[in-house]
């Protein structure tokens, strides 16, 4: 959500009224996963391409290490914020560079050692086919040799029903331009045999009274996977799996884990 008058929004970008706040809303995950891939990053080295990597929350450290970057991503307001974050942080076009494309057709012409899908974008995958066309993209871009890293959250029954069909208050931010409250309400419905989850956020602007001066609605349907059949849909694409950990502190995967984290190589 921007306030004053803004750009219309796009009817292909997901991301139009998140893209300037993405980083204060989602800014825990740097605690979560931030230094693992920065590990691989250290490990595998660069250059260093990430599908679907929004405003560059992992991309951009990761170019610190690596030196140079491809950022794709399909939301051009979650590109633009991205070109922000790296003038900001000094770095010029010819360590990161911001294309726009759908993880699952783009095709840069390069091939990467390492390549990085963080924050689980193949949740946007609604279909097998969707995820076959994401992972031949890997497949195209990464070197021989080259490793593939990623994760996804474990979702289990008892924690889809804690939040299912039942307004939440998602938490309470300042706008990182203008400091006005906006406070977040999330709506989900989940669908057990699509495997499912959407989402109706309703956000609104307060003063700093309380008092709501703007409200609005928006709507977002992912996909989610148990990690059994991603880790089938990587061995049928041509996928080894290195190593799978139970979250990004590389602990060891099994049936309590909360996530299912994986560096794997192209056969």
Known sequence: MTTGTTPQPSADDDYFFEADLYDTLWAGLNKLDLPFFLSTVKEFGGPVLELAAGTGRVLLPAVRIAGTGVDVDLS???LEQGRRNAAAEGLDESAVRF??????TVRLGE???????AGQPLFHCANDEDWAEALA????HLTPGGRFVSGIPYFRFDEMAKYSERLYLAGEIRHP????????????TYDLQE???????????????????????TFRKNYYRYPNEVRRTLQ??????EREYGGYDESPYGPDSEHYVWVATAR
């Not at 049928?236 to 799996?241: E, H, L, M, S």
């Open 177 to 188: 331009g203008t400091g006005q409250r906006i406070a977040m309400w999330d709506y989900n």
């Open 236 to 241: 049928q694409a041509g996928f080894t799996i």
């Open 137 to 140: 993209t890997v497949r195209e």
């Open 76 to 78: 051009v307001s979650m």
């Open 195 to 217: 495997q499912s989850i959407t989402r109706r956020r309703v956000s609104e602007l307060l003063d700093e009274d309380g008092l709501v001066t703007e409200r609005r609605h």
């Open 99 to 104: 294309v726009e494309g759908d993880l699952r």
């Open 111 to 117: 091939r990467f050692p390492l390549i990085l899908a």
